[in-house]
């Protein structure tokens, strides 16, 4: 499915991690495989540090922190968000919406509009799609798009497919008009059929939550994991990656008349650095061109990679003056996302730490 | 086929795979060792094999002929 939109821009972003670190090599004390096989995991896929929150954490209290630090610093006026959507698959509560949670928090207007949505990987192209779709109307003139997770509450540490590349994390886009008349394209497409390839089969109304679904079950190659634990196919997903992303991208780019390697950055979710740079070569792009630095760094926190990406990578080009990129996202879902656009000059564009 | 066989010796880190050796006989054949060899097929051969499609495949001999007739389809 295809979108355009016209006179739109991102305005600043705003990563924020929990101060705590975590290493793979302490993590690797939980595998149970040879200490050899465990290193050569971790010089493959590019494991080596992510943050991950204290107990009890929530992605609210990422949220309120990251706004606030935003309101304190007047780069945001808590009167100007006419739209507060969050990207996440672990909200606060089933009900209320954690974008209400948030809004209550903050004591923001009563006039405007909150909205969760269930997504992730490819979750921060769907969030800009719908804030782009938001700010078509008079009476949104802001929007303020969350995306990330906790997802670390949600893991094995006994399932080395996925604990070493979890991290948790939130970022705040600020979307708003433009007076330009640079266009954003953007391609979405999904498939539910192939869904279980990403899934936590507990918690929701299928399989509540019980004694038994909390259960360590022996899941092969000596991975413990319950059915309370995020699930993923790591072949399948691979195998999506390499034959879906490419012609997505290839397609928006002859569609738009765009040269595919004209322009200046690909910003893509990040599972890892090795998914990222066998993509990079399938697509014949420059690795410096597509960052993959994410996970090594801070792991893998869903809809926040993209915006990451952007931080740690390009923030001086980005504040300083515009580049073209293209934005892709892949994964639950499945969904697999990209978009067209230009980006900068940002009037913040940085990260910082939740203590 | 002598490529292939130099390929997955690199991944299996010995000095040389033979097609009639067993894959899961050699130490370093684990879950990494699989996906490696998924993401090596893919880019050498256009060829992709889920993790499943190792059930079948007893000797790096059965693996070259499951994938060429993956390239033939």
């Known amino acids: 499915m295809n979108f355009s939109f016209r006179n739109k821009r991102i305005s600043g972003v705003l990563t924020v991690v929990p101060a705590n670190e975590r290493s793979f090599l302490e993590d690797m004390k939980n595998f149970n495989a040879p200490e050899a096989r ?3 995991l971790m010089e493959v896929m590019g494991y080596d540090k992510r943050r991950v929150v204290s107990e009890g954490v929530c992605i609210s209290d990422l949220a309120v922190f990251g706004l606030q630090n935003l309101f304190s610093r007047s780069l945001l006026k808590p009167e100007d968000i006419d739209a507060l959507i969050l990207i996440s698959q672990t909200p606060d509560y089933l ?8 809004q209550g928090r903050l004591g923001l207007k009563q006039d405007m509009l909150c909205l969760d949505i269930n997504q992730a990987c490819a979750g921060f192209v769907i969030g800009l799609i719908q804030s782009f779709m938001f700010l078509e109307q008079e009476s949104i003139r802001k929007v303020v798009l969350l995306s990330g997770d906790v997802l670390s509450r949600k893991v094995s540490p006994k399932d080395r497919t996925i604990y070493p590349l979890v991290g948790d994390a939130i970022a705040i886009t600020v979307v708003e008009r433009d007076s330009g008349e640079s266009s954003i394209e953007a391609t979405v497409k999904m498939d539910g059929s192939r869904g279980n390839a990403l899934s936590i089969p507990a918690g929701g109304m299928r399989l509540p939550c019980s004694p038994q679904t909390a259960v360590l079950e022996d899941v092969g190659d000596n991975n413990l994991r319950a059915k309370d634990h995020l699930f993923m196919d790591g072949s399948a997903i691979f195998n999506f990656v390499q034959t879906e992303v490419p ?6 780019c ?3 008349g765009r040269d595919i390697y004209s322009g200046d950055y690909f910003l893509c979710h990040q599972p890892n650095r090795f998914m990222l740079q066998k993509l990079a070569d399938k697509m014949k792009i420059p690795h410096a061109k597509m960052p993959n630095n994410v996970v090594e760094r801070f792991g893998n926190s869903g809809g926040a990679t993209i915006p990451m990406a952007l931080t740690i990578n390009v923030a001086d080009h980005l504040k300083a003056g515009s580049a073209r990129a293209c934005l892709a996202g892949f994964g639950a879902g499945l969904t697999w996302a990209a978009m067209l656009l230009t980006l900068g000059p940002l009037s913040f564009c940085e990260l910082i730490d939740y203590p | 086929m002598t490529d292939f066989l130099k390929k997955l010796a690199e991944i299996l880190e010995v000095p040389e795979v033979k097609s009639s050796d067993e894959l899961k006989a050699f130490p370093q054949w684990d879950s990494l060792a699989v996906l ?6 893919d880019a050498n051969y256009g060829v992709n094999l889920r993790a499943a499609d190792f059930a079948t495949v007893q000797s790096a001999g059965n693996l070259w002929n499951l994938v060429e007739s993956k390239k033939r389809s």
């Open chain 1, 38 to 40: 465990s290193l050569k």
């Open chain 1, 95 to 102: 009900v209320p919406p954690t974008t209400s949670v948030i």
């Open chain 1, 247 to 252: 012609p997505l991208i290839n397609a928006l």
């Open chain 1, 254 to 256: 002859s569609r738009t």
């Open chain 2, 36 to 41: 490696s060899v998924i993401a090596m097929l």
